[in-house]
Every structure is written in C-alpha cells, then in structure tokens.
C-alpha cells in the first residue's frame, strides 16, 4: 500500500480465475478509482483481461450480498422470499437446521456441493476440508466433475496422485500442441500463465510452432500455426492412432524415462487397429495431417502437448487425458525442460520420496448409481438422483459452496426440481443465484477486494515457481472468511453457536506444524510445536496457516534457519510477487506411484481402449449434430453475469452453426433455432459461422438466468440459454465420473 488511507495504490493478485495476473488498484476517497495490470508483477507484467478490472464493479455491486440472509416463505408468484439478518440470527438457522436434519434422517442425509470459485480461495484451501469433514457425510460433489476430474485420474494412476499434473513449459517449448484448450479466451486452465496471448505470440516469435486441434476455429487457434479441426469427443482416437504410427515408423523414444517407464512394450498391441486412416474416418483430421503431427512431435527438440476443456468433458475424457500423457512418455516429452513438467510450489511439504501406494477409487460407493467414490466425491451428474430417489440415505439437505449447480451442471431442469426438493439447505455465496434461492440461509463471505489473497491451488500449475500474497484492500464489516468456515465447522461438530472460531484455526496451524516436526526432512524437523506456533504470523487464520506452510516449504525460512528464505512477511515486502524460477526436471521424486515408477497400465485403461475401438465404427455411421460448449473472455461460468460491463453488447449467447448446416437445416442468421437433446430443449438465437465445422453446433454455458427468485438483476436482463438443459446426465466418463458437456447428440430446427 502507498499513500493515505484513503488515497493509495495497492498491489493485488485477481483472484477470479487460473492466470493469477497482478493487478494495480488506485483507491481515491475510500473508494475504487482504477484498476489496471501491475506492470512490475513477476508473472503476469502487466497483463489484464476484462474481468479483472471488474472487480470494482463486483465490489460495488448492490446485488453482492453483505448479510446473511434468511428464507422467510414464498412470494405470490412462488419466488422465495429473503430477508436480512444478523450474523447471530444466521447461525442459530444453520444450527437449528442441520440438528433438525440430522436427528431425522442421519449425518448421510446431507450433501455437499462445492463450486469452482472455492478453489481460487485462500481460506477454502485451508479451511474448506476441515468443514467437509465435520459434517460427516460421504456424500460430497464439486465442480471438479463437471470439467477436470478425468485430469486427476489420469495423474492419479501415472503418478500417484491426483494433483501431480504436469505442465506445458510453454517458456521453452519447441512445439505446443492444445487440444480441446482456449486460453485466449480462458486464459488458462490447470496451466497457470498470466498473459496467455502474449506468450503464445512470444513463442511463436523465437521460432516455436502452435497447433491447436479444436472443433472450433477459436481465437486460440486463429492464432496458432495450425488449426486442426477435430470433430467433437474423437480426441482419444487422433492421440491412439498418432502413437500407433509412431511405433510403426519407429520413432518411439522415450529417453530419460525409459528406465522410470513400465509397460511400454504392451502399447503397440493395445494400440492395434487405431491407424491414421481409421482415425481420419472418425476425427475428420486428414490421415497425413494426422501422420505429420505425430512425427513432428517426435522430432522436435521439445514439444508440450496440453489438453484441456474439451478433452476432459468428453465421453474418453479420462482415457483421452491418459493418451495425452502417454504420448508426451513415448517422445521423452515428459519432465524435461521444453516438455511437460511439476511445478514447485512454494506450499508443497518437503518430503522424501515415498515407497507410494496404487492410485485408490471405489473406497465407497454412490447411494443409488452405485458410482464408485473418485478423490472422496461422486458424480455431481447424480447429484438430482441422490435427492430425488427415496430411501435410506436420501439427501435431504445440501451445503453448498460458491457454486451454481442449477445452470453449470448436467440436466439443469432436473438439478433445479432437486434442489426444490430439499427439506434444508444452506449456502456460501454472494449472491441469490439460480441455485441459492433455495437455500433457507445464504452466509456471505467478504467481497473480493476485503479478504487476502494467496492462490495455493493454482500456483500448484503454474508454468513458473510463483509466490504472491494480497492482503485485504477494505475492512470488512462482518466476519472474515476463516471465521465463517470455523464457525460452520464447530456446529457442524455439534459444539454450538456460541464457540471462538479461532479454536479451528489454531488447530490447524498446530496440527501442521506437529506434522512438520515429526518429519525428518522438514526444515523444522525436532524444534518444538510451541515456540513455531509463537513465531508463526498473519491478521487471519489462514494467513498464519499459509505462513506456516511457506516457512516449511521448499524455499521456506525454516523459522529462522533460512533467513532469506520464504515468509508472509516477506511476501509483504515484495507486492510484485516473487519469481521463484523456471520449472526444473522432478522425476522421480515426485512420483507417489508402487516404487516411484510409472505403470501405463495402472488403470484400467486397456479395457478403455477396447471400449474406445467399439465405439469408432459407430462414430464412423454416426450422422447426427454434435453439441460443444463455448468460453468467452468476459465470461466466467455463471458467477460474473450480474457485471453490467462484462455482459453489455452484442448478444453472445447464440447458436453457432456452420453455413452448410444452417441451410440443410433452414436456420437463418439472426433467427431462432430449437435445439433439443435426449433430455430437453431450448430455443437460442442463431449465428451462422464457419467458426464451428461441419457437423457441429455451439452454445456457451453458464447462462439461463431467468429462474424467478433469482436475485440479479443485471444478469436477469441478460439471461441467455442455459445449455445445460441439454446436457444429459447419463452421459459420464465412466472412469472419472466427469460430465459429458461436449459432443452431445442434438437436432436442430427453426423456431
Ligand atoms: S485473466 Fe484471470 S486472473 Fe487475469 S485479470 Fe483476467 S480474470 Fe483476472
């Protein structure tokens, strides 16, 4: 902070999606003037989307609620009624609910959904998983079935863990391949790259090639070397048959990893049959394009193959996701500077190598799907079912976290009568959203800009070693976050209304530092609990876990020992962030795997590939529309709709179809299709664009914010179409439990 009170310039890293850009914010009269990019932050130099100045109108905005509120009836036309209330009132409704729920139906009658949002949280991070647990439930979902759990299995069998992900080093590569990944528009996804455009086109600029294989021709891929356009959820089979060629042509090598690497000599009989040719019937990608790639990623001298959205919410998502890795394996593309590589991050605990432990799903399973549990959550596409369906078990309550399952999840109709049929539920958000206006309380955390700020998940994916902590820019008149998320977690444990939220916070700084001191290879190793805990610093909560966790971590200060290394409050010093270097080769250290080794075949993934060749003679005959999504900058998922400045302008949310396609199917620019799948219908306005091949029709998502209740009036004004209305929850990656948003069989007709 600089200057007055009042007048000042702070230093903020944006907390509203992956890229974590640096932001400057003038503050004139207590209020915010201007938001810009913070030219001097070490990651992001100054890069800044359209979102992130919005986060003076997210402030500012009198929707944001700043109270809790509590549901008092319904309304004449049956839209809920809120009202207002005091802190104390609030939990006395969540104490009074939950014991009410609990006492009739059990500790598994209550779910919890957790939303993208939580993940970008400081004090979700430290706290969130403590509040999960208090409430006892197995029942658990989160957006990480709706877009990324097939990234996590996949790491889950390779490495040993679901978070050992690697990254595209798109700092050095050679050669970048995306498949199914926008980050002109999404600025990133499990790649955390502030100035996503600006380092593709510096790429480019030293002599890197980029090739993006997308079903869309999208900003990403206007600006790539090469677009290959990829007809939707075929991904699996293009990788399959460009590793197939390679092990007949010989340019297999995985190099430094052959000798970490086990069951490569069973590839090419897995592979069999899944030639260029077969592939290019499926795919629409040309057999020689196909060939060309294959052998351009084996010769380079790095390539970076990264696959995102679109490979994930298919139906193979976790296989296709599994192939990515496996042709990076095979072209010795993995873990080596140019390639894909494990971040460092400075919260990571510094342990010896494990003997590891087979990657686990299944440790319990869904109440009515029978789903096997994947990273201790079920499908949130089962979601409706688990309160819709009667019997023992039944949730009868939800909790949900910064989300808005009603338009973001599979089968928005169904969630919406699910959510409907909740005899209680209680929400964390900001807003009354399609989703909270059923809740019976809705808690509010700070805004943005009145709680610190520190991103532990994404600089986990980070294409460099990052550490940038923001304090709060405003007080905040209510409880911080840390105290919120206590407080639910000592009722939840039954311990009342009346208990000091601190009691959990302390806990976890104790509990963190005991591990620390327990560990040999920790900077702390033997010290006394007592006096660390003395030492730790920070206003929250939070912030003296995440103290604790930096000072332990591999550039730790040790409590003392390292005097120069990492602490809050030398990140305070440094308001720019600090650059903790290019990502460095980690294997094998950082395998959790049975003996730090990399077994191909440690899923299931045979009998995936077997399913995979089944289904390519029906996607060779198969004749009908596919659905995909779509991302646009000024959008994100459905939580930032109610920002005039972000929603204003030329409609968007339109139905994008090929001009070959609107005339076979009377569709004229302008006008309206409907669009309609196994499970439901909608009616969007039709934009005819060869953006979209052949064959393929796109909707973006997040939208339908039309639901009476719903408490914003911005983005009432422009609804959209909820495309979710369309996606089909019986369509999962069946070894991830990921909804299937892409590819979705549709029909199309004029309105
Ligand atoms: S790209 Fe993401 S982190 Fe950067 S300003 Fe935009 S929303 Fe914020």
């Excluded at 007048?7 to 938001?35: F, M, N, Q």
């Excluded at 990623?297 to 679109?310: F, N």
Aim: proline letters at 7%; glycine letters at 10%; hydrophobic letters at 40%.
């Amino acid at each position: 902070m600089t200057d007055t009170a009042t007048d000042r310039t702070v230093y903020r890293t944006c907390p509203l999606c992956e890229a974590t850009c640096g932001l400057e914010i003038s503050i004139r009269d207590g209020k915010v003037a201007r938001i810009r990019g913070d030219r001097d932050d070490v990651f992001s130099s100054g890069f800044i989307c359209p979102k992130g100045s919005s986060l003076k109108q997210l402030h500012d905005d009198p929707d944001r609620l700043r109270k809790p509120v509590v549901r008092r009836g319904i309304d004449a036309d049956g839209a809920p009624v809120f009202e207002e209330v005091e802190w104390d009132e609030a939990w006395e409704v969540v104490a009074e609910k939950l014991t009410s729920v609990r006492a009739a139906h059990g500790t598994e009658s209550v779910g919890v959904y957790l939303g993208n949002p939580a993940a970008h949280l400081l004090s979700a991070s430290t706290h969130l998983r403590q509040m999960v647990k208090a409430l006892g439930s197995h029942t658990r979902f989160s957006a990480s079935t709706v877009d990324q759990m097939p990234r996590h299995v996949a790491s889950g069998h390779l490495y040993g863990g679901g978070l050992i992900i690697p990254i595209p080093d798109i700092e050095r590569t050679d050669l970048l391949v995306m498949i199914g990944a926008n980050p002109f528009e999404s600025n990133g996804s499990i790649c955390t790259a502030p100035g996503f455009p600006d380092r593709i086109d510096a790429m480019r600029e030293r002599g890197a090639r980029v090739v993006v294989i997308d079903p869309r021709r999208t900003p990403t891929a206007e600006h790539a070397d090469q677009h290959l356009a990829i007809k939707p959820g075929t991904d699996a089979v293009l990788l399959a048959a460009m590793m197939n060629h390679l092990f007949n042509v010989g340019s297999v090598n995985p190099a430094h990893l052959a000798s970490i690497v086990d069951g490569l000599d069973e590839l090419p009989a897995a592979l069999a049959g899944m030639t260029p040719e077969t592939a290019a019937d499926v795919t629409g990608v040309d057999a020689d394009a196909i060939r060309a790639l294959a052998e351009e990623i084996a010769d380079a001298d790095s390539a970076a193959i990264y696959g995102r959205i679109g490979t994930c919410t298919v139906e193979f998502g976790t296989l296709t996701t599994w192939l990515i890795d496996v042709l990076s394996i095979v072209t010795g593309n993995l873990d080596r500077p140019g390639g894909s590589m494990f971040t460092s991050p400075a919260s990571e605990r510094v342990r010896p190598p494990s003997e590891g432990r087979p990657y686990k799903i299944g440790r319990f399973t869904s109440r009515v799907n029978n789903r096997p549990e994947v990273q201790g959550e079920f499908p949130v596409a089962d979601l409706p079912d688990e309160i819709l369906t009667p019997g023992e078990g039944q949730l009868r309550m939800m909790v949900t976290f910064a989300g808005n399952p009603v338009l973001s999840c599979p089968d928005g109709v169904r969630m919406d009568q699910a959510f409907s049929d909740l005899e209680a539920m209680i929400s964390f958000d900001i807003y009354i959203n399609e989703t909270t206006r059923h809740a019976d309380v809705i808690l509010p955390p700070p805004g943005s800009l009145e709680k610190s700020h520190y991103d532990i998940s994404f600089y986990s994916f980070g294409v460099r070693n990052i550490a940038n902590y923001s304090p709060a820019v405003f007080d905040h008149d209510g409880p911080s976050e840390d105290d919120i998320l206590a407080k639910f977690t000592l009722i939840a444990m039954g311990m009342g209304t009346d208990v000091d939220p601190a009691v959990v916070h302390d806990q976890l700084v104790r509990g963190l530092l005991e591990g620390e001191v327990r560990s040999d290879h920790s900077p702390v190793a033997g010290r006394d609990v007592d006096e660390l805990v003395a030492m730790v610093e920070g206003p929250t909560g939070s912030d003296r876990v995440l103290d604790a966790m930096l000072r332990t971590g591999p550039y730790g200060d040790g409590f003392g020992s390292e005097p120069d290394g990492l602490s809050l409050a030398k990140l305070l010093r440094n308001p720019h962030g600090i650059d903790l270097g290019p990502l460095v080769p980690r294997l094998p250290g950082v395998l959790k795997s049975p003996a730090n080794r990399i077994n191909l075949w440690a899923g299931p993934f045979r009998d995936e590939l077997d399913r995979l060749r089944a289904r390519v003679h029906e996607w060779a005959e198969e004749p009908r529309l596919r659905l995909v999504g779509r991302r646009h900058v000024r959008s994100n998922n459905s939580w930032m709709h109610n920002l005039e400045v972000l929603v204003k302008g030329k409609e968007r949310c339109t139905l994008q179809v090929h001009p070959d396609d609107a005339r076979r199917f009377g569709l004229v620019e302008g006008g309206q299709a409907e669009i309609k799948s196994r499970v439901g219908k909608v009616v969007a306005p039709v934009e005819v664009t060869d953006l979209v091949m052949k064959g393929v029709v796109s909707l973006p998502h997040g939208w339908g914010h039309s639901m009476p209740g719903a408490k914003l009036e911005v983005a009432g004004r422009y609804a959209g179409i909820n495309t979710n209305i369309l996606t089909d929850p019986a369509m999962i990656d069946p070894m991830s439990g990921n909804a299937v948003l892409n590819a979705i069989p549709v029909e199309v007709a004029p309105a």
